[in-house]
């Protein structure tokens, strides 16, 4: 058992983590290397050097570059991206821009972001449309999400937004089953990709979404702002982003207006996006192998941190391994009675964590109070002494809970 707070690992160095902290929630709002960070400030500097000329003569090229090696990493046609700053974003622009109708039913599930599910509550209370909760309990296994989703399907079935990975629970669904079995049914999907590049092997095309997102700032380490939306071929006439601007009328050129409109949708800071080949280059540098290695090694520090969590808490798998990726929840004991989220959005347990043992990591209601979730990260800068120092905290804290919840 650890007895003191374990340091940084080495490949800590190169972030600029706080090295008093263990950082075990990278899934949050990742972290960016220091040497993207660099890149980052290069391209900003240029920017300012001549404004004009960088956003009239310079972006429009730099963009294509980018959306050209995102099409590379996700297995998709350049032209089918467009750029976003997070996928929020991008999937209340699908569900604002696809013409929803009176008694049309929006299915989900109740692993959904939090986000995510106000946004579908939002435009189907605006558009009379209805929201249909598909329930995967968990223990729960890849069938048992397919059967949980299709069990929710009508005739009035417009649309389905899922997660690849999911926020609360950290599991990864079968999307390509659930895709070819939704499409069989003619239902769309849109796929919540928020945690799923640069952590499960993505191929775009192949998979046949009919709009899929995800973040880049999480698991491929850019600066915090950047996203793509994909929106297959025969799905981009008529979508627009949420912002209309100068793209509604500009002269085409040979591009499409879908690629038109979302590249311009006002004054932005598009450098998130720019050094998307810099994180690239700098992940792939750090492990032999490149991406496919990363994400091998960091699926194997969540099985084995979540199997180190399981046996210091006695808890039971939630899901089996094919289902983790590099995020991994595991149950706790039930909160005391009367417990209650801070204005902060966190739990007491959380709270103490990193007040008494400087460990960040998510406790999680789910599916509510008193239940509760602790979810671990795993990232090139984490490792498996620091989700031991958690399970010793943990032990610690959740034996001063045991009187309360007696």
């Known amino acids: 058992?650890?007895?003191?707070?374990?340091?940084?690992?080495?490949?800590?160095?190169?972030?600029?983590?706080?090295?008093?902290?263990?950082?075990?929630n990278h899934g949050s709002f990742g972290a960016c290397p220091r040497a993207v960070l660099a890149a980052q400030a290069e391209w900003r500097a240029r920017l300012e050097r001549e404004p004009v000329r960088f956003f009239i003569r310079e972006l429009p090229g730099a963009l294509?570059?980018?959306?050209?090696?995102?099409?590379?990493?996700?297995?998709a046609q350049a032209d089918d991206l467009a750029l976003v700053p997070n996928a929020t974003t991008g999937v209340s622009t699908v569900l604002r821009g696809i013409g929803l109708q009176p008694g049309d039913e929006l299915v989900t599930t109740d692993h959904a972001y939090g986000a995510c599910r106000n946004a579908l509550d939002a435009v189907a209370a605006e558009r009379g449309a209805t929201v249909v909760v598909a329930r995967v309990p968990l223990p729960t296994h890849p069938d048992a999400v397919v059967d949980a989703v299709l069990r929710t399907l009508t005739k009035r079935t417009r649309l389905a937004l899922l997660d690849w990975v999911t926020s609360p629970t950290g599991?990864?669904?079968?999307?390509?089953?659930?895709?070819?079995?939704?499409?069989?049914?003619?239902?769309?999907?849109l796929v919540d990709g928020a945690h799923a590049p640069g952590m499960v092997p993505?191929?775009?095309?192949?998979?046949?979404?009919?709009?899929?997102?995800?973040?880049?700032?999480?698991?491929?380490?850019?600066?915090?702002?950047?996203?793509?939306?994909h929106v297959r071929r025969d799905r981009q006439p008529g979508l627009r982003p949420l912002v209309i601007s100068h793209g509604a009328t500009a002269p085409l050129r040979g591009r499409s207006r879908f690629q038109v409109e979302f590249e311009w949708t006002g004054t932005f800071d598009p450098t998130p996006w720019l050094v998307l080949p810099d994180a690239v280059r700098t992940l792939e540098g750090l492990v032999p192998g490149g991406l496919p290695a990363l994400r091998q090694r960091n699926r194997?520090?969540?099985?084995?941190?979540?199997?180190?969590?399981?046996?210091?808490?006695?808890?039971?798998?939630?899901?089996?391994?094919?289902?983790?990726?590099?995020?991994?929840?595991?149950?706790?004991?039930?909160?005391?009675p009367g417990e209650a989220m801070s204005a902060q959005g966190t739990l007491p347990l959380q709270d103490a964590l990193l007040e008494r043992f400087a460990v960040e990591v998510p406790i999680i209601p789910w599916p509510a109070l008193p239940r509760r979730l602790v979810r671990i990260s795993a990232q090139l800068h984490s490792s498996i002494e620091q989700v031991a120092w958690l399970a010793e905290g943990l032990g610690v804290l959740l034996a001063e809970e045991r009187p309360q919840r007696s």
């Open 202 to 229: 993505m191929a775009l095309d192949q998979l046949g979404a009919a709009y899929t997102t995800g973040n880049l700032h999480k698991w491929l380490c850019t600066p915090k702002g950047s996203a793509f939306l």
């Open 300 to 336: 194997s520090l969540a099985i084995e941190g979540r199997r180190l969590l399981e046996r210091s808490l006695g808890a039971a798998s939630l899901a089996p391994d094919e289902m983790i990726g590099a995020l991994a929840a595991v149950a706790l004991p039930d909160g005391p």
């Open 171 to 189: 599991l990864v669904f079968p999307m390509g089953q659930l895709v070819t079995e939704l499409g069989r049914r003619g239902v769309d999907v």
């Open 1 to 24: 058992m650890t007895t003191t707070r374990p340091g940084p690992g080495p490949l800590a160095a190169h972030w600029d983590l706080d090295p008093a902290v263990t950082f075990l």
């Open 64 to 75: 294509e570059a980018v959306r050209a090696t995102l099409g590379g990493l996700l297995g």
